[in-house]
């Protein structure tokens, strides 16, 4: 058998002085390779293709592949992952059906042997890399059809439960997972991390409990739960999240940790009574999906050098605005990890703490207990920070306090709820904030939203009409092009054409010119127009800019942007 090494230099990817330097003599070479491939000094897709050479079985690439729904629902999610094998088709091979399994190791006969008990058939087997393998099977093997059936078999174990889902139903800590309230959860929280949802809602209504995912910024209807174990869904989510059962009068908050396919995930989770019960909303915060490196935050090169140059002075402040659920927290983050280091004291104030930090104090506001964020701040100021970061500036004692721990030399990083980045210079000021204060410590505002990704796999070129162009205002060298990508929708995105989130900035750069301004009480259309006469772009130029990069649509940006 010819060796990986040799085949991978026959084909190019390799070379002779790397096999031999790289190697290093290991007994196994394919184990070795995949380490190197994982450490990005060989493509993952040539060791995979070479090894598949070595065996004498195809390579498939499963992004390309459309699978037979009722053929790979026959494994569950469970075997697909522990197995590392995902059932594709049926397929006539020598006259025998067979059925086609993609496997990243066809040489593992007892996976061969359980997936052809499941099917009664013999296996036809093809190779995946595993990130292929993996995500193929979250993307196609959902939870749904199981959501739909065990809500029917509950709502016929309740049918003689004349209570409405108003009585509590008991479930205790030791309860079996083949308990269909704790198996109706697990099903729910696992389909919502392997959809990529951010929130998971459960909303009691009059004769139903609706279940809604919001994936990519957008609410998705789900498979609903019946009326009648409401109350039994509802106390398990609570004591989940460490929530007082009994109490169903007011608001309450708590926090969960569940783990899914290795990966440890943290919800927040809060309860709002409605008139039809309470409704549970949780935040998802999977920490190992974010992107916490301010360099793949899609920023352009002039936004980034101008970010860049404000957050890594040894004071000021940097504020980062926009509405609720445009990313604000993650590029916040982001630029903490970008700055964090031994020699730095880095204090938060958070109100909720949404991802721990390693190296990072972080503390958590607590109003009943009357820690509020001024009086937080207080404190850390008093223990030597260097850094602070404020989750949110909410009242005039807070944005008072943030703009004087700033002009005595610590760096303060918040956010605040502005339209755009020239009216948080005009905000502050009418917090309550001396306007030669504001124009003396805050040295950059960044605004930002997130618009949908175009789906790679099935994303389609589309050529803008000459209205088009007109309206979007476009620079004479990019209305040449004309050419952008429209969402069409395939398997990999759920028929939604779109996959992931990008976020589209404007950078203002507190200059001295608009520090002057912002002292002599300018407007924010005053401010804006110097801003852009100093080389800002504007949010809506810099999503047109990523329609044009085919990273997004027309409609997206319009969407999110006024």
Known sequence: METLSQILIDRGAWTQEN??????????????????????????????????????????????????PRVINKLSVRMSHEHEVAALELVDHYGTTHVKVAMVDPENVVALDDVALVFSMPVYPVLASPDDLHSFVDRHHRADSELSSLSDTMAAENSGDGAGGQEAIKISDDASDDAPVIRF??????????????????????????VRYRIDGVLQEMPSAPKQIQAGLISRLKIMASIDIAERRVPQDGRMAVSVSGRKIDLRVATLPTVWGEKIVMRILDQSSTALDIRTLGMSERNLEV???????????????????????????????????????????EDPVEYRLAGINQVQVNNQAGLTFAKALRSILRSDPDVVLIGEIRDAETAMIAIEAALTGHMVFSTLHTNDSASAVTRLGEMGVEPFLVGTALDVVVAQRLVRRLCSQCKEAHQLTAEELESLELPGEQAEQGQVFRAVGCSSCAETGYRGRAAVHEVLDVTPEISRMAVQQASSMEIEEVARKNGMRSLRQDGMDKVLQGLTTVEEVLRVVV
């Open 19 to 68: 096999a031999e330097h790289l190697l290093n003599g290991s007994s196994d070479e394919f184990a070795r390779l995949k380490d190197l491939a994982k450490q990005g000094a060989l493509p993952e897709d040539a060791v995979f293709e070479a090894r598949a050479q070595q065996l004498g079985v195809p390579f498939v690439r499963l992004g390309e592949q459309d699978p037979d």
């Open 185 to 210: 959860v697990n099903l729910v929280l696992g389909q919502a991390i392997r959809d990529r949802a951010s929130d998971i809602h459960i909303e009691p209504a009059e004769d139903l409990v609706r």
């Open 307 to 349: 970010y860049h140059r404000a957050y890594t002075q040894p004071y000021g402040l940097a504020l980062i605005t926009g509405p609720t659920g445009s990313g604000k927290s993650t590029t916040l983050y982001s630029t903490i990890q970008d700055v964090a280091d031994p020699g730095v004291n880095i204090i938060t104030v």
